[in-house]
C-alpha cells in the first residue's frame, strides 16, 4: 500500500479546496444562513408543527444536510472533472496509487470540507438560537454516512461527464429537486396523498430525517432507515467507482 | 548538389514490424532476445535499484551516493546489456473502433539505452508511451518494465516509470514547488526539497519555485512536467517530445541532463521530431509508421543500410559521352557537364580509388570532389517512403 501517495492525495484535496475556501467553504455557508434568516426568522412562526419541535429547530438539520450534500457532491465533482479537464489527470493515472486509495483520498478531502460547512451552520445556529442535540452519534454517523455516498457519487459523475454541463445537470435536475422535496423545510405529514407516498421514495427524505432524529428527536420516517440506505448506496457507490476507475474509457481510452 | 535516392532497392530488407507470437524480441544486446517464459518467477526477484519506503518492491532512487560505477566492466553491467530488458514489449496491439493505431508491436530497451521513437504524426508513438505508462489501455499484447508485467502488477510497473507527456498540462491551484512534493508523494517517496531545488536548478526554474504554475510560460510548463517526470528518479524515462517549444539554449542543457540521466543507468525512450535531437541523444533508433515498428537499429546500422555517400567529381572537361569504363562503376553525368557523380552504399566498400583509376585511364584530370553523406533524417524519410510505397 502506497501510503505516502494516498496521503500526499489527500493534502492535495485538502489544499486545493483551502486555496479557494471563500469559494468553497463560506459561501455555501453563507446561502444556507441566507435560507434559515428567511424560512426560519421570517415564515417559520406561521407554520405549524407537531411534537413540540420549534420551526428553527426542525429546520436547521435539514439545512445542515442540504449543505452536506451539495459540498460533498461538489468537491469530488469539480476537482476531478478539472483534472480532468487541465489534463493533471495524467500525473495520477501514472502513479502507483491503487484505485482504492484514490478513492478513499478523494471521499476523504470531500467529507473534511462537507462537514466543515455543515458544521459551521450548526454553531452559527447555536449561537443565534441555541439548537438541541440529542443524539450527537447519530448525528455523526449519517452526517459521515451522507457525505461519503455524495462525495462518492460526485467522482462517478465526473468520471463520466465530458462537459461541465452534465455536472450541473446532475446538481440543478436531480440533487437540488430531491433535497428541497426531501423534507429539508417541512414535514411530509403536512402533504396531501399522493405526494406523501410519492416523498417516501425520495432517499434525500430518509437522510433528513434521520439527522433531524439525532438533533431534536422526531423523523418522519424510521430514523435508521434512512442509514441502511446511505449505507448500502456507499457500498454500491464504491464498488461503481472502482470498476470505473479500473475499467472506464472515460479515463483511460 | 544533386542527390538523389535509389528507394526502390532497399525495399525488401525492411523489417514487416511485428512478429506473431513474439517468439523473438529485438534489443540492442543481443539483437534477438528469445522470449521468456512469464511465470512469474523472474519477476518476484524484485528489480534492480529498488527504492524504499511504503511502496514495497518498487522502482525508482538514485543510485546510493559514493557507490558509482568505478571501472569500465562495472560500467558496462551498470548500463545492463547482459540483464534482461528494462522494457519488454510483445505482441501491443491497440484499436480504437476500426482504427488498428498499433499492430503487434515487438521491442526489448535495455538499461542504461536511450531508445529514440521516431515516426510522422498519427504513426502510434505517443499511443505505445501511454500504453506503457498505463494511460492507455492496449487492445492485446504485453508489457513488461523492470520485470514487472503491465497486467499483473500495474503499480510496481508506474513506479518505475517517469512520463512527460506530449500535451502541456498544469495545475492552477498549485505553485511550481507544491506541484513537484505532490509529484513525489505520488511515487510514495517523502518530500524531499534539496532533490527538488536540484532539478528546479537544472531546469532553469528556482526563480518560479513558488509562481503558480498557471502563470508560467509554455517552455517553463514543458520544464515543470519534465521535473515531475524525473522527481522521483525512476529508471525508465518516457520523454514524449520533451524540447518540443523550448528554446535552443535550453534544449542543449536539457540534452546534456539527458545524457547525465543516461551516465546513472537510467532508460529513456525518447520520441522526436527533431532528427538531430534523436541523431545525438539516442543508443537505438525505431521508427514507427500506421502503427508498425518498421525499422529498429542504432544510427550507425542505419545509415550503413539506408546511408548513401554521394561523391562528385569536378573534372577539366566534360566527358562526353561518359566512357564505358566509368559508366560500368556506376559513374553518372552530373548536371553540369563537367561533373560526374558517384554513389555508394554507406559503411560498405567505396570503390573510389577503381573511379579515380578510370578517371585517370580517361585523361580526366579531377579539379575538386564534393561529397554528401545521408543523414539520420534523409534514412527516415526513405523509410517511410519505402513503407508508404513512394519516393520520398
Same mark, same amino acid.
Given at each position: 500500500?502506497? #501510503?505516502?501517495?494516498?496521503?500526499?492525495?489527500? #493534502?492535495?484535496?485538502?489544499?486545493?479546496?483551502?486555496?479557494?475556501?471563500?469559494?468553497?467553504?463560506?459561501?455555501?455557508?453563507?446561502?444556507?444562513?441566507?435560507?434559515?434568516?428567511?424560512?426560519?426568522?421570517?415564515?417559520?412562526?406561521?407554520?405549524?408543527?407537531?411534537?413540540?419541535?420549534?420551526?428553527?429547530?426542525?429546520?436547521?438539520?435539514?439545512?445542515?444536510?442540504?449543505?452536506?450534500?451539495?459540498?460533498?457532491?461538489?468537491?469530488?465533482?469539480?476537482? *476531478?472533472?478539472?483534472?480532468?479537464?487541465?489534463?493533471?489527470?495524467?500525473?495520477? *493515472?501514472?502513479?502507483?496509487?491503487?484505485?482504492?486509495?484514490?478513492?478513499?483520498?478523494?471521499?476523504?478531502?470531500?467529507?473534511?470540507?462537507?462537514?466543515?460547512?455543515?458544521?459551521?451552520?450548526?454553531?452559527?445556529?447555536?449561537?443565534?438560537?441555541?439548537?438541541?442535540?440529542?443524539?450527537?452519534?447519530?448525528?455523526?454517523?449519517?452526517?459521515?454516512?451522507?457525505?461519503?455516498?455524495?462525495?462518492?457519487?460526485?467522482?462517478?459523475?465526473?468520471?463520466?461527464?465530458?462537459?461541465?454541463?452534465?455536472?450541473?445537470?446532475?446538481?440543478?435536475?436531480?440533487?437540488?429537486?430531491?433535497?428541497?422535496?426531501?423534507?429539508?423545510?417541512?414535514?411530509?405529514?403536512?402533504?396531501?396523498?399522493?405526494?406523501?407516498?410519492?416523498?417516501?421514495?425520495?432517499?434525500?427524505?430518509?437522510?433528513?430525517?434521520?439527522?433531524?432524529?439525532?438533533?431534536?428527536?422526531?423523523?418522519?420516517?424510521?430514523?435508521?432507515?434512512?442509514?441502511?440506505?446511505?449505507?448500502?448506496?456507499?457500498?454500491?457507490?464504491?464498488? #461503481?467507482?472502482?470498476?470505473?476507475?479500473?475499467?472506464?474509457?472515460?479515463?483511460?481510452? | 548538389?544533386?542527390?538523389?535516392? %535509389?528507394?526502390?532497392? =532497399?525495399?525488401?530488407?525492411?523489417?514487416?514490424?511485428?512478429?506473431?507470437?513474439?517468439?523473438?524480441?529485438?534489443?540492442?544486446?543481443?539483437?534477438?532476445?528469445?522470449?521468456?517464459?512469464?511465470?512469474?518467477?523472474?519477476?518476484?526477484?524484485?528489480?534492480? +535499484?529498488?527504492?524504499?519506503?511504503?511502496?514495497?518492491?518498487?522502482?525508482?532512487?538514485?543510485?546510493?551516493?559514493?557507490?558509482?560505477?568505478?571501472?569500465?566492466?562495472?560500467?558496462?553491467? !551498470?548500463?545492463?546489456?547482459?540483464?534482461?530488458?528494462?522494457?519488454?514489449?510483445?505482441?501491443?496491439?491497440?484499436?480504437?473502433?476500426?482504427?488498428?493505431?498499433? %499492430?503487434?508491436?515487438?521491442?526489448?530497451?535495455? =538499461? +542504461?539505452?536511450?531508445?529514440?521513437?521516431? &515516426?510522422? @504524426? &498519427?504513426?502510434? =508513438?505517443?499511443?505505445?508511451?501511454?500504453?506503457?505508462?498505463?494511460?492507455?489501455?492496449?487492445?492485446? +499484447?504485453?508489457?513488461?518494465?523492470?520485470?514487472? %508485467?503491465?497486467?499483473?502488477?500495474?503499480?510496481?510497473?508506474?513506479?518505475?516509470?517517469?512520463?512527460?507527456?506530449?500535451?502541456? @498540462?498544469?495545475?492552477?491551484?498549485?505553485?511550481?514547488? !507544491?506541484?513537484?512534493?505532490?509529484?513525489?508523494?505520488?511515487?510514495?517517496?517523502?518530500?524531499?526539497?534539496?532533490?527538488?531545488?536540484?532539478?528546479?536548478?537544472?531546469? %532553469?526554474?528556482?526563480?518560479?519555485?513558488?509562481?503558480?504554475?498557471?502563470?508560467?510560460?509554455?517552455?517553463?510548463?514543458?520544464?515543470?512536467? /519534465?521535473?515531475?517526470?524525473?522527481?522521483?528518479?525512476?529508471?525508465?524515462?518516457?520523454?514524449?517530445?520533451?524540447?518540443?517549444?523550448?528554446?535552443?539554449?535550453?534544449?542543449?542543457?536539457?540534452?546534456?541532463? /539527458?545524457?547525465?540521466?543516461?551516465?546513472?543507468?537510467?532508460?529513456?525512450?525518447?520520441?522526436?521530431?527533431?532528427?538531430?535531437?534523436?541523431?545525438?541523444?539516442?543508443?537505438?533508433?525505431?521508427?514507427?509508421?500506421?502503427? =508498425?515498428?518498421?525499422?529498429?537499429?542504432?544510427?550507425?546500422?542505419?545509415?550503413?543500410?539506408?546511408?548513401?555517400?554521394?561523391?562528385?567529381?569536378?573534372?577539366?572537361?566534360?566527358?562526353?559521352?561518359?566512357?564505358?569504363?566509368?559508366?560500368?562503376?556506376?559513374?553518372?553525368?552530373?548536371?553540369?557537364?563537367?561533373?560526374?557523380?558517384?554513389?555508394?552504399?554507406?559503411?560498405?566498400?567505396?570503390?573510389?580509388?577503381?573511379?579515380?583509376?578510370?578517371?585517370?585511364?580517361?585523361?580526366?584530370?579531377?579539379?575538386?570532389?564534393?561529397?554528401?553523406?545521408?543523414?539520420?533524417?534523409?534514412?527516415?524519410?526513405?523509410?517511410?517512403?519505402?513503407?508508404?510505397?513512394?519516393?520520398?
Amino acid at each position: 500500500m502506497n #501510503w505516502i501517495g494516498f496521503q500526499t492525495l489527500l #493534502w492535495k484535496e485538502i489544499k486545493r479546496f483551502s486555496k479557494v475556501f471563500g469559494q468553497t467553504v463560506i459561501s455555501p455557508v453563507i446561502t444556507t444562513l441566507l435560507y434559515l434568516i428567511v424560512f426560519g426568522f421570517s415564515v417559520g412562526d406561521r407554520i405549524p408543527m407537531a411534537e413540540g419541535v420549534g420551526y428553527l429547530d426542525f429546520l436547521v438539520p435539514g439545512l445542515v444536510m442540504l449543505v452536506i450534500i451539495n459540498n460533498a457532491f461538489m468537491n469530488t465533482s469539480s476537482s *476531478l472533472f478539472i483534472s480532468k479537464l487541465q489534463g493533471t489527470i495524467a500525473d495520477l *493515472l501514472v502513479a502507483p496509487i491503487s484505485n482504492g486509495a484514490v478513492i478513499a483520498a478523494y471521499v476523504l478531502a470531500a467529507l473534511v470540507r462537507a462537514l466543515l460547512c455543515g458544521a459551521a451552520v450548526v454553531v452559527i445556529a447555536w449561537v443565534v438560537r441555541g439548537i438541541e442535540l440529542r443524539h450527537p452519534l447519530e448525528v455523526l454517523a449519517y452526517a459521515v454516512a451522507v457525505g461519503t455516498a455524495f462525495a462518492l457519487l460526485g467522482l462517478a459523475i465526473a468520471i463520466l461527464s465530458d462537459k461541465f454541463e452534465q455536472l450541473n445537470i446532475m446538481l440543478t435536475f436531480f440533487l437540488t429537486p430531491l433535497s428541497f422535496l426531501g423534507g429539508v423545510f417541512y414535514s411530509i405529514r403536512v402533504l396531501p396523498e399522493p405526494w406523501q407516498t410519492i416523498s417516501r421514495f425520495n432517499p434525500i427524505l430518509y437522510m433528513v430525517n434521520g439527522l433531524r432524529h439525532g438533533f431534536v428527536g422526531v423523523s418522519d420516517v424510521p430514523h435508521l432507515l434512512g442509514l441502511g440506505i446511505v449505507l448500502g448506496s456507499c457500498v454500491l457507490l464504491w464498488g #461503481w467507482n472502482l470498476w470505473l476507475l479500473a475499467r472506464s474509457r472515460k479515463l483511460r481510452p | 548538389m544533386v542527390f538523389m535516392h %535509389d528507394m526502390t532497392r =532497399k525495399a525488401g530488407v525492411i523489417a514487416e514490424g511485428a512478429i506473431p507470437g513474439c517468439g523473438k524480441v529485438e534489443n540492442r544486446s543481443g539483437g534477438r532476445l528469445a522470449a521468456e517464459n512469464r511465470s512469474g518467477d523472474r519477476l518476484a526477484a524484485g528489480s534492480p +535499484g529498488g527504492c524504499p519506503g511504503d511502496l514495497g518492491p518498487v522502482c525508482g532512487g538514485r543510485p546510493p551516493a559514493g557507490n558509482p560505477p568505478d571501472s569500465p566492466g562495472d560500467r558496462e553491467r !551498470e548500463l545492463g546489456g547482459a540483464g534482461p530488458p528494462v522494457l519488454r514489449l510483445c505482441g501491443v496491439t491497440k484499436h480504437f473502433g476500426e482504427l488498428c493505431a498499433l %499492430d503487434r508491436i515487438d521491442l526489448a530497451i535495455d =538499461k +542504461g539505452e536511450i531508445f529514440g521513437l521516431l &515516426g510522422p @504524426n &498519427g504513426a502510434g =508513438k505517443t499511443t505505445l508511451i501511454s500504453i506503457i505508462a498505463g494511460l492507455v489501455r492496449r487492445s492485446s +499484447g504485453s508489457v513488461e518494465v523492470m520485470g514487472y %508485467d503491465l497486467q499483473r502488477q500495474p503499480l510496481q510497473v508506474r513506479s518505475c516509470i517517469g512520463l512527460v507527456p506530449q500535451e502541456l @498540462n498544469y495545475d492552477p491551484f498549485f505553485n511550481v514547488n !507544491e506541484v513537484l512534493r505532490f509529484s513525489m508523494g505520488y511515487f510514495g517517496r517523502r518530500p524531499d526539497q534539496a532533490r527538488i531545488d536540484e532539478l528546479l536548478a537544472i531546469l %532553469d526554474l528556482q526563480e518560479k519555485k513558488h509562481t503558480n504554475t498557471r502563470a508560467l510560460s509554455g517552455g517553463m510548463k514543458r520544464r515543470l512536467m /519534465i521535473a515531475k517526470a524525473l522527481v522521483h528518479d525512476p529508471p525508465l524515462v518516457f520523454l514524449d517530445e520533451p524540447t518540443a517549444g523550448v528554446d535552443v539554449e535550453l534544449r542543449e542543457e536539457l540534452w546534456h541532463y /539527458i545524457g547525465l540521466l543516461r551516465g546513472r543507468g537510467t532508460t529513456i525512450v525518447l520520441t522526436t521530431h527533431y532528427m538531430e535531437e534523436a541523431e545525438r541523444l539516442a543508443d537505438r533508433i525505431g521508427i514507427l509508421h500506421r502503427g =508498425k515498428l518498421v525499422r529498429t537499429g542504432t544510427r550507425d546500422e542505419l545509415l550503413r543500410e539506408f546511408g548513401e555517400q554521394v561523391l562528385v567529381f569536378e573534372v577539366d572537361r566534360p566527358p562526353s559521352p561518359l566512357p564505358p569504363g566509368l559508366r560500368s562503376l556506376g559513374v553518372e553525368p552530373g548536371e553540369n557537364g563537367n561533373r560526374l557523380v558517384y554513389r555508394y552504399q554507406q559503411g560498405q566498400g567505396s570503390g573510389v580509388n577503381e573511379v579515380l583509376a578510370a578517371l585517370a585511364l580517361e585523361g580526366l584530370s579531377v579539379r575538386q570532389i564534393h561529397d554528401r553523406h545521408t543523414r539520420l533524417e534523409d534514412v527516415f524519410l526513405k523509410i517511410i517512403g519505402l513503407q508508404s510505397g513512394r519516393r520520398p
